[in-house]
């Protein structure tokens, strides 16, 4: 019985270190902040430094599905240890770049630090997870929390960094370092439980609920998983859009420039409540409903910031980018509860990896919006995609059902 009490009490400091070690991984989305010093350095275009969020999200899900094999083969903590090295290597040698082509950012920052941060956000989450077979919502909540508050407090600490004496490139080093320096001492800390750990069990199996073990080829085969795939792709898409021009947009519609900063951060806290509470709601009034409300938050977050960039609004931009990093963050927590529920544990960080992809296709999106801004000169164009894109995963989500 003492086993079993010291068992259920560790488990909530590993989901501490698991937040702490996806807030530094989570720097990866404030992208909008980070740019800034190769656009006015090397003047690289707007579309290529989309290019390059888009090729960090790709490598993210490839780092996702990655990062489940090495979990499966060498053990988690040789897997976060790697992808420490590997992430800080990226954004180390982001800081070194010449400016002589973009191609060596897309390898630096898109390949090798997307890559680090895939396998790190894929292992941590399967590992806290397993500890948590009870609050299945709420655990990966907290964890997508951690990961979409990054922006605020690392992003708004490098925008600072970036103007002081310290410079880009050093910026980049010491975010490199640290991330590298917390995803190793993560992994030295958390484990999963043993075989002699007794876990809460769910509090009911229900049709809602229960879980069959599917493997990740079975999961495939199933029409679930494609209409679930495409609907979290369209269901992100506004979201992946309105993180990659967050700053551009607010400035668009009359924003003071450090305004629009700051709303990158609060873009990044409404990332986090959206996750956490998401979770939260996954747990207390099941999936449907859950995916249901994002459907109807993503819908209004599309409609608004078309109305606020159509008629020039600062206040209902303010209002859309809210609701976007909201309805952007229900999506990451959707996917990893949804996973479970619908396709067991037992396959889990392969499974969920695969259904991780979801936003690879977002971020495609992401680069499409980019292209219909440069195109036609203003916002309109990519937001009607997007609230198009939007209606389209409602419909989905209807004819969602359970395997």
């Given at each position: 019985?003492?086993?079993?009490?010291?068992?259920?009490?560790?488990?909530?400091?590993?989901?501490?270190?698991?937040?702490?070690?996806?807030?530094?991984?989570?720097?990866?989305?404030?992208?909008?902040?980070?740019?800034?010093?190769?656009?006015?350095?090397?003047?690289?275009?707007?579309?290529?430094?989309?290019?390059?969020?888009?090729?960090?999200?790709?490598?993210?899900?490839?780092?996702?599905?990655?990062?489940?094999?090495?979990?499966?083969?060498?053990?988690?903590?040789?897997?976060?240890?790697?992808?420490?090295?590997?992430?800080?290597?990226?954004?180390?040698?982001?800081?070194?770049?010449?400016?002589?082509?973009?191609?060596?950012?897309?390898?630096?920052?898109?390949?090798?630090?997307?890559?680090?941060?895939?396998?790190?956000?894929?292992?941590?989450?399967?590992?806290?997870?397993?500890?948590?077979?009870?609050?299945?919502?709420?655990?990966?909540?907290?964890?997508?929390?951690?990961?979409?508050?990054?922006?605020?407090?690392?992003?708004?600490?490098a925008d600072r960094l970036f103007k002081s004496s310290v410079g880009w490139r050093m910026t980049f080093v010491i975010l490199g370092i640290a991330m590298g320096a917390v995803?190793?001492?993560?992994?030295?800390?958390?484990?999963?439980?043993?075989?002699?750990?007794?876990?809460?069990?769910?509090?009911?199996?229900?049709?809602?609920?229960?879980?069959?073990?599917?493997?990740?080829?079975?999961?495939?085969?199933?029409?679930?998983?494609?209409?679930?795939?495409?609907?979290?792709?369209?269901?992100?898409?506004?979201?992946?859009?309105?993180?990659?021009?967050?700053?551009?947009?607010?400035?668009?519609?009359?924003?003071?420039?450090?305004?629009?900063?700051?709303?990158?951060?609060?873009?990044?806290?409404?990332?986090?409540?959206?996750?956490?509470?998401?979770?939260?709601?996954?747990?207390?009034?099941?999936?449907?409903?859950?995916?249901?409300?994002?459907?109807?938050?993503?819908?209004?977050?599309?409609?608004?910031?078309?109305?606020?960039?159509?008629?020039?609004?600062?206040?209902?931009?303010?209002?859309?980018?809210?609701?976007?990093?909201?309805?952007?963050?229900?999506?990451?927590?959707?996917?990893?509860?949804?996973?479970?529920?619908?396709?067991?544990?037992?396959?889990?960080?392969?499974?969920?990896?695969?259904?991780?992809?979801?936003?690879?296709?977002?971020?495609?999106?992401?680069?499409v919006s980019n292209s219909l801004l440069a195109s036609s000169g203003g916002y309109t164009a990519p937001f009607l995609m997007l609230l198009g894109l939007t209606l389209v995963?409602?419909?989905?989500?209807?004819?969602?059902?359970?395997?």
């Open positions: 019985m003492q086993q079993t009490k010291e068992n259920l009490s560790i488990r909530w400091f590993y989901l501490t270190v698991g937040v702490v070690a996806m807030l530094f991984a989570g720097i990866l989305y404030a992208w909008s902040i980070l740019k800034a010093p190769f656009a006015a350095e090397f003047g690289w275009s707007a579309p290529d430094l989309a290019l390059n969020f888009t090729l960090a999200m790709c490598c993210f899900c490839l780092g996702g599905l990655l990062g489940a094999k090495l979990s499966g083969r060498f053990g988690h903590r040789t897997a976060i240890i790697l992808s420490g090295i590997t992430a800080a290597l990226g954004f180390c040698l982001t800081a070194a770049l010449s400016g002589c082509s973009v191609i060596l950012l897309y390898a630096s920052y898109g390949v090798l630090a997307g890559l680090g941060i895939g396998i790190a956000y894929n292992v941590v989450i399967s590992t806290v997870s397993a500890w948590f077979p009870d609050k299945k919502g709420l655990c990966s909540g907290c964890l997508m929390m951690g990961f979409g508050s990054s922006a605020l407090v690392l992003g708004n600490l995803l190793i001492l993560a992994a030295l800390l958390l484990k999963k439980p043993g075989a002699d750990t007794v876990l809460p069990k769910p509090a009911a199996k229900s049709a809602e609920t229960a879980a069959l073990d599917f493997t990740p080829t079975e999961m495939l085969r199933r029409p679930s998983f494609w209409m679930a795939f495409l609907f979290l792709t369209f269901l992100a898409a506004t979201g992946s859009s309105v993180i990659s021009f967050a700053k551009d947009l607010a400035l668009a519609v009359g924003s003071p420039e450090s305004l629009a900063v700051t709303l990158v951060g609060i873009l990044s806290v409404c990332n986090g409540l959206g996750r956490i509470l998401a979770g939260a709601l996954f747990d207390l009034i099941g999936r449907r409903k859950t995916m249901l409300l994002a459907n109807i938050l993503t819908i209004c977050a599309s409609g608004i910031t078309l109305l606020a960039v159509t008629i020039g609004s600062l206040p209902l931009c303010i209002l859309g980018l809210c609701l976007s990093g909201m309805s952007y963050g229900t999506n990451p927590t959707i996917t990893a509860a949804f996973v479970s529920a619908f396709y067991g544990m037992k396959h889990y960080a392969t499974n969920m990896a695969l259904m991780t992809f979801s936003a690879m296709g977002a971020s495609l999106i992401a680069t995963s409602l419909v989905l989500n209807i004819f969602i059902r359970k395997p």
